[in-house]
């Protein structure tokens, strides 16, 4: 079946660092694919999606590129700030009924 | 705009008792979910919705029954609450057709003593 594989956590950096965070997923057809970011206490919210191969999604300085022939889709942002701490998920939506399927998430710590 | 509101937001069950969470969306969704999420496992697909009247079994739904009498409405049940379900409970709703993100509630924490 569809499956999402994230790097594991935990991800520590400074201030100012920059970020990648692995995601590559196993699908038939053609997913969708997102990333969800978990604040402290908080329910997913929505970060970037992308719909189709070669589609650049971007937020708040958050990138990722859907790339078909490595299977991956892959979080970046150029410099980091404390308040990105979170826990980060990779999601694809399957074509069947869109169902999101989830990695199991990788905490970023940010210090100071 | 509320989106999706979950009640209760804390609850602590003793193993054998029963309660219903409650998830209730005003988006006009169709598809509603019940995930729950565990330390290192991500989030799992419990039981889903994809129209009012309609539920279907997700990818651990063993322990648990739904209801969607009314579209705004998504009913998770614990029938005989067991430790092992002691869990932080997320439901989400999106609307019909594909490459749409789900608007997620702020969970519901439930702890089986």
């Known amino acids: 079946g569809d499956s999402v594989t994230q790097m594991e956590g935990p991800v520590t950096l400074s201030e100012e660092a920059f970020l990648t965070i692995n995601c590559t997923y196993t699908a038939t057809g053609y997913p969708s694919l997102f990333w969800y970011v978990q604040y402290p206490g908080e329910g997913l919210q929505l970060l970037l999606k992308a719909t189709k191969a070669d589609d650049k999604g971007s937020n708040k300085g958050f990138e990722a590129t859907y790339r078909k022939e490595t299977t991956s889709f892959h979080l970046e942002k150029g410099s980091v700030q404390v308040s990105d701490s979170a826990v980060y998920f990779c999601?694809?939506?399957?074509?069947?009924?869109?169902?999101?399927?989830f990695g199991q998430g990788t905490e970023l710590s940010v210090k100071p | 705009n509320a989106g999706v509101t979950q009640t209760p937001k804390f609850r602590v069950l003793k193993t054998g008792q029963s309660m219903t969470l409650l998830c209730a969306q005003d988006m006009n969704h169709e598809y509603m979910y019940w995930y729950r999420q565990d330390p290192g496992m991500g989030l799992r697909l419990i039981h889903y919705s994809v129209g009012e009247g309609t539920t279907a079994k997700g990818e651990v739904p063993d322990g648990y029954n739904v209801s969607r009498l009314k579209k705004q409405n998504f009913l998770l049940g614990l029938e005989s609450a067991a430790p092992s379900q002691t869990s932080v409970y997320f439901c989400?709703?999106?609307?019909?057709?594909?490459?749409?993100?789900?608007?997620f509630g702020s969970g519901t924490r439930l702890t089986v003593v």
């Open positions: 999601a694809l939506s399957d074509r069947q009924g869109g169902k999101l399927i």
């Open positions: 989400a709703s999106r609307p019909t057709g594909t490459g749409y993100g789900y608007t």
